[in-house]
């Protein structure tokens, strides 16, 4: 049993001398309890898909959970059974970590996934209005200069913390395009001269980002939604929001999609989502 020790200090008078000295006095620990159990859980490859990858905890008692998930697109989890989607074959590793009732700290597992092969794409109607036909010049979308073209709440599909009016967005955000290319499944930003950065004020700044691959995952966000991944470094329409976007409303002329509000690091915050509305490039 581990004890604190706490000193008491008293004068010892001698000889009109003062000295300072300490005794020891114990008190018991308080006893936090054994380390919860190692979590159990699953983690299935669909059958249908072999990019697609559901895992779902089967531990009872507890009350946190976070799911580390390299090599997919995001990183983490905190739901209790998700589908995610790996791009490359490979081997992976699933640690699940929880905090249990009763226990002191956390406890992990782990798992491997095998990804027999990359994710492919086909050029279905809804690639088609994503992309532009799947043509060679890909599409590109900019934000709505309708209401709303950002709305932002603490849950999924709300909107009371902010909805921006008629044209109520930033010039530098209205320039801003982002475009999908089939080809090579190529995602590419051209913010026309400056970015929004809204870790700074909201001010408008220099921004390169470089190419990278997008993946359309069809029925694996809420609610049954499919989802829009670029990639980790990226954004469409907000910088704080992730890049991991649920697909709402997409039509030719008409692209709405919902994503988790996201810090500086790229770490989604515990509640808050934004709806972003996108029309075609002119």
Known sequence: MNRFILY???MLF???????SCLPL???DIDLGPLPAAPEFSAVVMPEDSNLVVITVLSDGYFDLLWDLPGRNPKTSKEAVDT???SKAGTYTVTLHISSDGGNG???AKQEVVILKDATLPCDPTISLLTGE???EGKCWTFSHAAGAVSVGPTYGSTEWYTSPVDGLQVDQYDDQYCFYFEDLVFAYNNNGLTVNPWNGYSAEPLDLPPGEWLYSKGTGANGADQIIIPDTHFMGVRDCDNVLDVVILTEDQLVVRGRIAGQDGVPAAEGWFELSFEPAQ
Do not use: K, M
């Open 106 to 108: 956390s406890s992990s």
């Open 134 to 136: 799947c043509g060679l």
């Open 8 to 10: 008491s200090a008293f």
């Open 26 to 28: 114990e008190e018991e």
């Open 84 to 86: 995610i989607l790996y």
């Open 14 to 20: 001698l000889g009109g001398t003062a000295f300072v």
